[in-house]
Nanobody, 126 residues
Framework: QVQLVESGGGSVQAGGSLRLSCAAS????????IGWFRQAPGKEREGVAA????????DYADSVKGRFTISQDNAKNTVYLQMNSLKPEDTAMYYC???????????????????WGQGTQVTVSS
């Protein structure tokens, strides 16, 4: 079991920045990769970024490349999502999720993640 807790959401004006945190606990050694997803009202959940345990390689959605940065602090079992140059269309509930076990999926697929956090709201005003 892996438990995930997000924090750092809030309300900012367009052009502002936020840093989200995803604190992991439990059997974190089994985690293959962690992703950040977001879901706006009436829209499907979409992958924002992912980071692969061990290699530290990252992936990003085209819509956030150059603005968002995913990173991890292994000593703290925490994954961060630094969000800069925020836009109103970034407004959504943000979730972190972990893939653990033997099966890997394309990082953008929600079904590829075994564990999810409760989410943190990000609101960007124009």
């Amino acid at each position: 079991q892996v438990q995930l807790v997000e924090s750092g959401g809030g309300s900012v004006q367009a052009g502002g920045s936020l840093r989200l945190s995803c604190a992991a606990s439990g059997n974190t050694y089994s985690t293959n990769y962690i992703g950040w997803f977001r879901q706006a009202p009436g829209k499907e959940r979409e992958g924002v970024a992912a980071i692969y345990n061990g290699s530290g390689n990252t992936d990003y959605a085209d819509s956030v490349k150059g603005r968002f940065t995913i990173s991890q602090d292994n000593a703290k079992n925490t994954v961060y999502l630094q969000m800069n140059s925020l836009k109103p269309e970034d407004t959504a509930m943000y979730y972190c999720a972990a893939n653990s076990g033997g099966t890997w999926y394309r990082w953008t697929l929600p079904r590829g993640y075994n564990y999810w956090g409760q989410g943190t709201q990000v609101t960007v005003s124009s």
